[in-house]
């Protein structure tokens, strides 16, 4: 039986770390491996992703394509199907609600609801957006939808943030 005091590696298990240019004895002196002269003897040479040798680079090439705005809004998509199989009737489902029962996770801007699946129980839905199949399916059930404004985020954060930034002093008037 083997005990930690009595452990040893395999044998040729491991290396030498290589230890170049100490002298011309180590088997790795005077030109520590790279060569005679070139681009690559040198220090800081050209080895950087993408290079070519010259030539323009494929990724510069290529055109550019796609774009994503920094200030885009992203909704939670909620189905009909999962309120039908989540919610009973008669509930109001809002973000808190959905978020509670685990259909909207993480962080988004608003909700909303798209008609994938069949309603049949009267819900009370007051979400950021729904389509307008999702509206008629709701509706026909005898349910009600609120559409919420989109609120970036709250007014007294709002308010906190910006305070004095960006606003200059007003002009005093020449004497």
């Known amino acids: 039986m083997s005990i930690l005091t009595n452990l040893k590696r395999p044998e040729g298990s491991w290396h030498r770390k290589k230890r170049v240019g100490r002298g011309q004895g180590s088997g790795l002196g005077k030109t520590a491996g790279r060569g005679g002269k070139g681009q690559k003897a040198r220090s800081g040479n050209m080895r950087f992703e993408g290079f070519e040798g010259g030539q323009s680079p494929l990724q510069r090439r290529l055109p550019k394509f796609g774009f994503n705005p920094p200030n885009r809004t992203v909704y939670a998509v909620v189905n009909l199907g999962d309120l039908e199989h989540v919610f009973d009737a008669g509930t109001t489902v809002d973000e808190a609600a959905l ?73 005093q008037p020449r004497a």
């Open 99 to 171: 978020k509670q029962a685990g259909l909207v996770k993480g962080r988004y801007d608003g909700v909303k609801v798209l008609a994938h699946g069949e309603l049949a129980k009267k819900l009370i839905v007051r979400v950021n957006k729904v389509s307008a199949a999702a509206r008629e399916n709701i509706e026909k059930a005898g349910g009600s939808v609120e559409e919420l404004p989109l609120v970036a985020h709250k007014p007294e954060s709002a308010a906190k943030a910006h305070s004095g930034k960006g606003v200059k002093a007003p002009r």
